[in-house]
């Protein structure tokens, strides 16, 4: 990889070495992993000088006005209303024309250019984004004018269509013929991914919009999102335009050890990975069989050189996990085949290898994920000190397909030593009193607290496990998982268990009782309140004793946003001032919660009745079926009844073949519609 330009030794200034330092920070930092794992054959691309752009400096007036305005319209409260604030936002508008190219490449003006991208009106936004277009590629790979670039194509590409068409498009054409250039770079390849991700209609929530090392990137994904979560209508126009984009990139390389260089590269290789998600949208197969061999061929060395950089570096195993979501089955199925069957086991020891596996379970079929776990069956207990998310992942596939159920509850909680599988895997839980957030093990409580609730659904057998071990930790750590951010859905997801009985419910109920309004006022603990509602449905008196604790604390609950909702969830107005009506309600839902339960038996009784017998009795029902749809028309012949009943039950050589073996007919019968066809259209 080149080096920076710069002076050596003593000639260089520390200033200058600051200034240095923060232009090539972020590059440095997402090359580093790449960089330590060059001996695979692959030669990584080289990076794009970046160019000098300067249009002014802001005096210190500006600065001091534009921060002011920055930090006004970042809080909430600060106008009296919405037309106060409209008319202040058209004023801080109004200030800044003509200035739009130096606010944006200022930190402090770039966030004011996001805030008033979000909160003013199109045509504003229009008129910004015409202001970047004559330097447009060099906005796009300056460090804060690149995020201004993104907010306007976010905010144009889920505007009126016609009123922005041209101005998307002239966008799309300036990339297209620059494309070589900012695929490369650290800044630039962001903005590609969004304008890609525009013009495709994907859904502008996806984790190809920003990175995860960017505390700004973060920020920006919370401004308004309400339009980011679903797929957008989107001109056929535009589709064209990103698959035009998408076959430029791909026909740009010479060689296919270029493409897939370019494929793993840390910062070129999401591109890749989103053009894979795109081609996807209309079956296609453009991208895969660019990078891998068709599907009917064999491997070969260099496509296995390729297959082993992806299944152990990180930047080339999120390109794999793409490629298996979101690409025909046929090539899924062909690099499972050639590739990991014979080598789950070493991939399961591998960091990476575990998000491979845990993709491949979701996409293959019944057939093959049944063969994954059976592979990885005498090492799955050891996941549970070792690889929690893996672990999570096989007991859902075993659960999905019904394999080994029984048998892994029982290896799990024999791994536990004795002890409860919530102290095995929160060893916390058992060393201290108190309970307080970490970043550096929020990772790994997040897939403990994940592989807990899921263990919980598993068997009513491990669900009855986890409640035991929340009723042996004591009441105050109880109040403390309550309110913290992840321990929290461990209660939450016994509350709403299907296995949970009345008698547990109570006891553990009783473990919160006295602070239910102060759980209602936090913001983790009133999603534990509000479970508690669905959890004491058979219990009225119960849910009686909670409204009493809200009532007490509503001064303190109505001044809380959570506290709003809680109040708002258990209907507690109607519960201070129409009491009769809110106890009818309760016993209502108490008495269609026991019908339903009712039905639920039945109707499982009556499905094991109807299996024994399509089992056990089908060749004595389809002899007595036969008898009875036969005897009206012997009768009609002059044949006696018990002649009939007797010609009958002696088969005859073409019946003997159609019934010779019923019971393995049906058996196939079912495995072909049931478990192969329903299980495996499901994903984890």
């Given at each position: 990889?080149?080096?920076?330009?710069?002076?050596?030794?003593?000639?260089?200034?520390?200033?200058?070495?600051?200034?240095?330092?923060?232009?090539?920070?972020?590059?440095?930092?997402?090359?580093?992993?790449?960089?330590?794992?060059?001996?695979?054959?692959?030669?990584?691309?080289e990076?794009?000088?970046?160019?000098?752009?300067?249009?002014?400096?802001?005096?210190?007036?500006?600065?001091?006005?534009?921060?002011?305005?920055?930090s006004?319209?970042?809080?909430k409260?600060?106008?009296?209303?919405?037309?106060?604030?409209?008319?202040?936002?058209?004023?801080?508008?109004?200030?800044?024309k003509?200035?739009?190219?130096?606010?944006?490449?200022?930190?402090?003006?770039?966030?004011?250019?996001?805030?008033i991208?979000?909160?003013?009106?199109?045509?504003?936004?229009?008129?910004?984004?015409?202001?970047?277009?004559?330097?447009?590629?060099?906005?796009?790979?300056?460090?804060?004018?690149?995020?201004?670039?993104?907010?306007?194509?976010?905010?144009?590409?889920t505007?009126?269509?016609?009123?922005?068409?041209?101005?998307?498009?002239?966008?799309?054409?300036?990339?297209?013929?620059?494309?070589?250039?900012?695929?490369?770079?650290p800044?630039?390849?962001?903005?590609?991914r969004?304008?890609?991700?525009?013009?495709?209609?994907?859904?502008?929530?996806?984790?190809?919009?920003?990175?995860?090392r960017?505390?700004?990137?973060?920020?920006?994904?919370?401004?308004?999102?309400?339009?980011?979560?679903?797929?957008?209508?989107?001109?056929?126009?535009?589709k064209?335009?990103?698959?035009?984009?998408?076959?430029?990139?791909?026909?740009?390389?010479?060689?296919?050890?270029?493409?897939?260089?370019?494929?793993?590269?840390?910062?070129?290789?999401?591109?890749?990975?989103?053009?894979?998600?795109?081609?996807?949208?209309?079956?296609?197969?453009?991208?895969?069989?660019?990078?891998?061999?068709?599907?009917?061929?064999?491997?070969?060395?260099?496509?296995?050189?390729?297959?082993?950089?992806?299944?152990?570096?990180?930047?080339?195993?999120?390109?794999?996990?793409?490629?298996?979501?979101?690409?025909?089955?046929?090539?899924?199925?062909?690099?499972?085949?050639?590739?990991?069957?014979?080598?789950?086991?070493?991939?399961?020891?591998?960091?990476?290898?575990?998000?491979?596996i845990?993709?491949?379970?979701?996409?293959?079929?019944?057939?093959?994920?049944?063969e994954?776990l059976?592979?990885?069956?005498?090492?799955?207990?050891?996941?549970?000190?070792?690889?929690?998310?893996?672990?999570?992942?096989?007991?859902?596939?075993?659960?999905?397909?019904?394999?080994?159920?029984?048998?892994?509850?029982?290896?799990?909680?024999?791994?536990?030593d004795?002890?409860?599988?919530?102290?095995?895997?929160?060893?916390?839980?058992?060393?201290?009193?108190?309970?307080?957030?970490?970043?550096s093990?929020?990772?790994?409580?997040?897939?403990?607290?994940?592989?807990?609730?899921?263990?919980?659904?598993?068997?009513?057998?491990?669900?009855?496990?986890?409640?035991?071990?929340?009723?042996?930790?004591?009441?105050?750590?109880?109040?403390?998982?309550?309110?913290?951010?992840?321990y929290?859905?461990?209660?939450?997801?016994?509350?709403?268990?299907?296995?949970?009985?009345?008698?547990?419910?109570?006891?553990?109920?009783?473990?919160?009782?006295?602070?239910?309004?102060?759980?209602?006022?936090?913001?983790?603990?009133?999603?534990v309140?509000?479970?508690?509602?669905?959890?004491?449905k058979?219990?009225?008196?119960?849910?009686?004793?909670?409204?009493?604790?809200?009532?007490?604390?509503?001064?303190?609950?109505?001044?809380?946003?959570?506290?709003?909702?809680?109040?708002?969830?258990?209907?507690?107005?109607?519960?201070?001032?129409?009491?009769?009506?809110?106890?009818?309600?309760?016993?209502?839902?108490?008495?269609?919660?026991?019908?339903?339960?009712?039905?639920?038996?039945?109707?499982?009784?009556?499905?094991?009745?109807?299996?024994?017998?399509?089992?056990?009795?089908?060749?004595?029902?389809?002899?007595?079926?036969?008898?009875?749809?036969?005897?009206?028309?012997?009768?009609?012949?002059?044949?006696?009844?018990?002649?009939?009943?007797?010609i009958?039950?002696?088969?005859?050589?073409?019946?003997?073949?159609?019934?010779a073996?019923?019971?393995?007919?049906?058996h196939?019968?079912?495995?072909?519609?049931?478990?192969?066809?329903?299980?495996?259209?499901?994903?984890?």
């Open positions: 990889m080149p080096r920076e330009n710069k002076k050596r030794g003593r000639r260089i200034k520390k200033d200058e070495v600051k200034v240095v330092e923060d232009v090539y920070e972020s590059q440095d930092q997402s090359m580093d992993q790449f960089n330590e794992s060059q001996d695979d054959g692959f030669i990584p691309f990076e794009q000088q970046k160019s000098n752009i300067f249009f002014g400096v802001l005096t210190p007036d500006e600065t001091e006005y534009f921060s002011r305005a920055e006004l319209l970042s809080l409260g600060n106008f009296d209303s919405a037309d106060e604030k409209a008319l202040f936002l058209q004023s801080v508008i109004a200030e800044i003509g200035k739009e190219l130096k606010l944006a490449c200022d930190q402090i003006g770039s966030k004011l250019i996001e805030r991208i979000v909160s003013s009106t199109l045509d504003d936004s229009i008129h910004i984004l015409e202001a970047f277009l004559p330097h447009l590629i060099d906005l796009s790979q300056h460090h804060y004018a690149s995020h201004c670039l993104e907010a306007l194509l976010i905010k144009c590409g505007a009126g269509i016609s009123e922005v068409n041209d101005t998307i498009l002239n966008v799309a054409n300036e990339f297209q013929s620059n494309v070589s250039k900012l695929i490369v770079d800044y630039s390849s962001h903005s590609l969004v304008l890609l991700l525009v013009l495709s209609g994907e859904p502008l929530s996806s984790d190809a919009l920003r990175s995860k960017s505390s700004k990137a973060r920020a920006m994904t919370n401004l308004n999102t309400s339009f980011q979560n679903d797929p957008r209508e989107v001109p056929e126009e535009w064209t335009t990103a698959k035009d984009i998408i076959n430029t990139i791909l026909n740009m390389y010479d060689t296919i050890s270029d493409l897939r260089s370019a494929a793993i590269n840390p910062i070129s290789g999401p591109v890749f990975q989103l053009a894979v998600q795109i081609d996807s949208q209309s079956n296609g197969t453009v991208v895969v069989n660019k990078l891998f061999k068709p599907a009917y061929e064999e491997k070969d060395d260099k496509e296995k050189a390729f297959m082993e950089y992806l299944l152990s570096d990180p930047a080339g195993s999120r390109l794999f996990e793409s490629v298996l979501e979101f690409a025909p089955y046929k090539f899924k199925l062909r690099l499972y085949k050639l590739y990991c069957r014979d080598r789950l086991k070493l991939l399961s020891g591998r960091e990476v290898g575990g998000f491979i845990e993709k491949l379970m979701s996409a293959l079929r019944y057939k093959d994920r049944v994954i059976d592979e990885l069956w005498p090492s799955i207990p050891s996941y549970l000190k070792t690889n929690l998310r893996l672990l999570r992942a096989c007991v859902v596939t075993s659960k999905m397909c019904n394999h080994h159920v029984d048998q892994l509850t029982a290896e799990l909680l024999d791994q536990c004795g002890k409860n599988m919530l102290v095995t895997v929160l060893p916390i839980l058992a060393i201290s009193s108190s309970l307080h957030e970490d970043r093990t929020r990772l790994e409580e997040m897939n403990a607290v994940l592989f807990l609730t899921e263990f919980s659904k598993f068997t009513q057998k491990a669900f009855d496990h986890i409640v035991d071990g929340l009723l042996e930790i004591k009441t105050e750590l109880c109040m403390e998982m309550c309110k913290h951010n992840s929290a859905r461990i209660w939450e997801s016994v509350f709403e268990n299907q296995w949970l009985t009345p008698i547990q419910a109570r006891k553990l109920i009783n473990r919160l009782f006295g602070n239910f309004g102060q759980l209602a006022t936090d913001k983790t603990g009133s999603f309140v509000d479970s508690c509602f669905k959890a004491t058979g219990l009225v008196n119960y849910k009686e004793r909670i409204a009493k604790e809200l009532v007490a604390n509503e001064s303190s609950i109505r001044e809380s946003v959570s506290g709003r909702n809680v109040w708002k969830n258990w209907d507690m107005d109607n519960y201070m001032f129409h009491y009769s009506d809110w106890m009818t309600r309760m016993r209502e839902m108490q008495e269609k919660k026991v019908k339903r339960k009712q039905e639920f038996n039945e109707d499982r009784e009556s499905h094991k009745a109807v299996r024994h017998n399509r089992h056990d009795g089908v060749r004595n029902d389809t002899v007595k079926i036969v008898e009875h749809r036969k005897e009206p028309e012997m009768e009609n012949s002059g044949v006696k009844p018990e002649t009939a009943a007797n009958e039950k002696e088969p005859t050589e073409k019946s003997k073949k159609r019934t073996n019923p019971e393995k007919k049906l196939s019968k079912r495995n072909y519609k049931q478990e192969f066809a329903d299980v495996s259209g499901m994903t984890i």
